[in-house]
């Protein structure tokens, strides 16, 4: 089944984790090795070094700039939508996988043939989300739904501490089938929230994630619910439940890193530690990666409190 892998960069840190990314499939993606890679710049041209695009067109990524983000330029967490839903429109894929781009594959994406619907993964924590009525962030979710009208009530559970909540899931990755338009609701159900100014009491932080509750719940049960080899938060496998904590890179499929692979020797202080394996033993012949530009990475020991 033909997956377009679609993701984003601009100039700075997400050129070397573009390239990771790509390289990573080319690498480990079995049958979808060799798959459409689409990387897209969605606020137009931001100086990409000539290394970055070398990189990107030996990988055979399809690099494009388009000015997508227009409405939301100063919130860069709109840009992934914006370049979902360009690809959606525009290729021929029967599957698009939305991937961020700190996230790199290190097996076959399976689950990532779809025959119906969309593919996620819960979060890990409750946060934002709410464990229904009774719930203090319980009036938000059922005045986010009525704003989108939205009927569908869906639960999952988190995947750290097994938390029942409302449907939430981290947008790391987000696989449709093209045929039926979800990433183009998406981006419409983002705009419903953002011009009803509804946002959390924190703020404007996750909206994306926000969005992509309502817009799955619209075709509840036709959600494929991830398991943890997608979208493995690997900052938080300290805290991470058995027996997913102590997975190695050869049982995952795709890692979801944040920021810290730019943090000289982050994956070998990880607990529990990361069997070695060929895998591990690539995956550290790239970093640590260093952004253009930037300062010297804080010390391996400086690793988020959660």
């Not at 900052?235 to 499929?253: F, K």
């Amino acid at each position: 089944m033909p997956i377009a892998f679609v993701t984003c960069v601009e100039a700075g840190p997400l050129e070397e984790q573009a390239i990771l990314f790509a390289a990573s499939l080319r690498r480990w993606g079995g049958r979808h090795a060799n798959a459409r890679i689409l990387c897209l710049e969605p606020r137009g041209p931001s100086g990409l070094r000539d290394a970055t695009v070398a990189a990107l067109d030996e990988l055979q990524v399809e690099h494009r700039a388009e000015r997508l983000n227009v409405e939301f330029e100063s919130y860069p967490i709109a840009n992934k939508m914006f370049a979902a839903v360009w690809a959606e429109e525009t290729l021929a894929e029967d599957v698009v996988a939305v991937c961020d781009t700190d996230t790199f594959f290190v097996n076959e994406p399976v689950k990532l043939e779809l025959a119906r619907g969309a593919a996620a993964r819960p979060v890990g924590q409750k946060k934002r989300g709410s464990t229904g009525p009774g719930d203090s962030n319980d009036p938000y979710w059922e005045r986010m739904y009525e704003l989108c009208g939205v009927e569908e009530r869906p639960w999952v559970e988190t995947t750290r501490a097994g938390t029942r909540l409302r449907a939430y899931f981290n947008s790391g990755l987000v696989a449709v089938r093209r045929e039926e338009r979800l990433l183009a609701q998406w981006l419409d159900d983002f705009r419903t929230l953002m011009s009803a100014e509804h946002f959390p009491a924190d703020g404007k932080r996750n909206m994306d994630q926000l969005a992509l509750a309502v817009t799955l719940a619209r075709i509840w049960p036709r959600v494929e619910v991830l398991d943890a080899p997608y979208n493995y938060m690997l900052r938080r496998r300290p805290r991470m439940p058995e027996p997913d904590r102590s997975l190695g890179l050869e049982d995952l499929v795709q890692v979801h890193y944040r920021k810290w692979l730019h943090v000289p020797g982050f994956v070998d202080e990880l607990e529990p530690p990361i069997p070695d394996g060929e895998r591990l033993r690539w995956l550290q012949e790239h970093l640590p990666l260093r952004p253009p530009g930037a300062p010297p990475p804080r010390a391996a020991g400086s690793q988020p409190s959660s």
